[in-house]
């Protein structure tokens, strides 16, 4: 059975994560990981590592704050807030992401499924020309 310690050691490798590391995925998630999020579905931690080095390739800075974390049996919670940087979106500012993931732990500490949700919009679509305006728009007109 997983221990508490599972979702701290998951929270502390993705504090750590970038295109450098990503190769040492195989720490944190089993081979058959299934990993979903608002944009991606993926299966395997050779996908997974790939999915991992193409996002981080151009990000300059990623964080990750945590709030709360429960833990039970198996399964984990946490929310966080991610705030990165990359040159390409928001003019290179810093941009700050509300979501939370659910975890499912195998019995030996490691994640073989990771569910994030947080908003697309936020993280992404926001921020592109054109697309970012339009996009801000509807949210104001929605609100």
């Known amino acids: 059975m997983a221990e508490p310690t599972a979702l ?10 970038d295109n450098t590391c ?11 990981i ?8 993926i299966e395997g931690r050779d996908q997974l590592e790939r999915y991992f080095s ?5 990000v300059e800075q990623c964080q990750f704050t945590y709030h709360s974390q429960q833990f039970q049996g198996q399964q984990g ?5 991610m705030t990165f940087v990359h040159p390409r979106l928001a003019g290179g500012k810093p941009i700050n992401v509300e979501g939370c993931s659910a975890l499912t732990f195998a ?4 994640v ?7 908003d697309a919009g936020a993280m992404l679509y926001e921020h592109l020309p054109l ?5 801000r728009w509807l949210k104001k007109r929605l609100d």
């Open 8 to 17: 701290e050691t998951f929270c502390a490798f993705f504090n750590k994560l």
């Open 22 to 32: 990503t190769e040492k995925l195989y720490e944190v998630y089993t081979e058959n």
């Open 34 to 41: 299934v990993f979903s999020d608002p944009l991606h579905h």
């Open 54 to 58: 193409a996002m981080y390739e151009n």
């Open 77 to 81: 919670f946490v929310t966080w807030t």
């Open 107 to 110: 019995d030996d500490g490691r």
């Open 112 to 118: 073989q499924r990771h569910q994030d949700y947080f």
């Open 131 to 135: 697309m970012g305006n339009v996009i």
